[in-house]
């Protein structure tokens, strides 16, 4: 059970980095996977009133802020329209409306939960987190990094010509993924990253081949993608499963990159 | 920590314990529709609307809420007594225990979408378990409704 002991809106950020240097005190977003956990905060620190709940265009990239919640996204046109409507996918399984309406982006990516769908889907772009006091980090490396009590402020997604593609399978609508897989196209070089291993989301890098058909491409991209990552068990699926998973979706999203699945 | 929620149409002001549930907090001051299913944020039946989206009641501290206008179904009667009509002639219901959560959400849903299409029903629709329907009644109803909705038109 969660039991709190205090709870302080932050005024400014500075506030809520300060507070937050305690290890009994917690940042919350959403909240949603907090509550679940056993654990006595002294203060929970809700960061609603610093105006990170906005997703902002530039000419370059866009910046989500750390509070837009996972509707906010799985709605947003013009990050919908730049990734061909992959981060909807990324997100529209995941629970239900009402779930995705308390659910934040910076919770969610913070949290570098193996099963984050979101992690994933971002990985597959340029993205870059703005931390406090840590200044901008790739989120690839952040996803490596150790939790530490750092202020997660907004994601920044550089905007390039690319195409990209969001899966996963589930064994239960609704239900975590036990394989998730973003993939996008930059030039000749495409980003396949894999999520639910069940370990969290990581990524390889892998040449087209125009010499090749599509069909048979596809194919050798998802046999590479299914030896290049670990695999690990959970009640959820096999190591084995989900291997097989990894090399057949790995195939399925190239394949809906050209549109011929 | 003092909060001030407009509850229904009401404000009310009140001290809380800063791990107070919103779902909790609700039912304290008589909204007896919001109910706890699975506590996990899973199944739906704890919905209402926070300043017009639906939410998880369960899943929220109620100082969270403070400054938000929330909607149950106790506020939404008559929306709620027009869609549960067809919910009991579909016979979309049988034990019953689901219903306030997912009436809640197709009312947010025709807020949203004036015609939402089959997919996005049950879209919208997937975070509201039912262990007894097997969701075919409510589909039928949210059909029969939304067609007699465009004839009355
Ligand atoms: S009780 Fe809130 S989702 Fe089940
Ligand atoms: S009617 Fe029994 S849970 Fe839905």
Redesign the interface.
Same mark, same amino acid.
């Given at each position: 059970m969660l039991t709190i002991k205090e709870y302080v809106k932050a005024a400014t950020i500075d506030e809520a980095y300060d507070l937050n240097q305690k290890k009994t005190n917690c940042i919350c977003g959403g909240m949603i996977w907090l509550k679940m956990q056993r654990k006595n905060v002294q203060t929970i620190i809700d960061l609603s009133g610093l105006g990170l709940d906005k997703i902002e265009e530039r000419e370059d990239e866009f910046e989500i802020g750390a509070m837009v919640t996972l509707r906010d996204i799985e709605e947003n046109k013009a990050l919908n329209d730049y990734t061909n409507g992959a981060v909807k996918e990324s997100v529209r399984h995941i629970v239900g409306v009402q779930f995705r309406n308390v659910a934040t982006v910076g919770g969610s990516i913070f949290g570098r939960f193996g099963f984050s769908d979101v992690l994933t889907m971002f990985i597959a772009l340029d993205s870059y987190v703005k931390l406090y006091k840590g200044g901008i980090v790739s989120l690839e490396e952040f996803a490596k990094m150790p939790k530490d009590r750092d202020i997660l402020m907004s994601i920044i997604v550089k905007k390039q010509p690319l195409k990209c593609v969001y899966m996963s399978q589930r064994n239960t609508k609704t239900d975590f993924p036990v394989i998730a897989c973003g993939l996008s196209l930059v030039g000749d070089t495409y980003k396949i990253v894999l999520g639910a291993r069940p370990a969290k989301a990581a990524a390889i890098t892998y040449k087209k081949d125009e010499s090749m058909d599509i069909k048979e491409f596809a194919e050798k991209m998802g046999e590479a993608a299914a030896e290049s990552f670990d695999f690990n068990t959970n009640m959820r699926a096999s190591a084995e499963y989900r291997k097989h998973l990894a090399k057949v979706i790995v195939k399925r999203a190239c394949l809906k990159m050209e549109g011929v699945y | 920590?003092i909060i001030t929620v407009n509850i229904n149409g009401k404000n009310v002001t009140e001290d809380i314990e800063?791990?107070l549930i919103l779902l909790d907090f609700l039912r304290k001051h008589g909204c007896y529709s919001v109910k706890r299913g699975c506590e996990?944020? $899973?199944c739906?039946l704890c919905?209402v609307l926070?300043d017009e989206?639906?939410?998880?009641s369960c899943?929220?501290?109620a /100082?969270?809420a403070?400054g938000k206008n929330i909607m149950t179904l106790e506020g939404l009667q008559k929306e709620a007594e027009e869609f549960g009509t067809f919910v009991a002639n579909q016979g979309a219901e049988q034990c019953g225990f689901c219903n306030p959560g997912f009436i809640m $959400?197709v009312i947010?849903?025709f807020r949203e979408y004036e015609n939402p299409t089959d997919e996005e029903i049950k879209?919208?629709? /997937?975070?509201?378990l039912c262990r007894c329907s097997g969701y075919e009644g409510q589909m039928r109803a949210i059909k029969k409704f939304m067609a007699e909705r465009k004839g009355a038109k």
């Open positions: - | 920590m800063a791990d996990t944020s $899973n739906g919905t926070m989206k639906p939410v998880l899943s929220m501290l /100082a969270k403070d $959400n947010a849903m879209e919208y629709l /997937a975070g509201n």
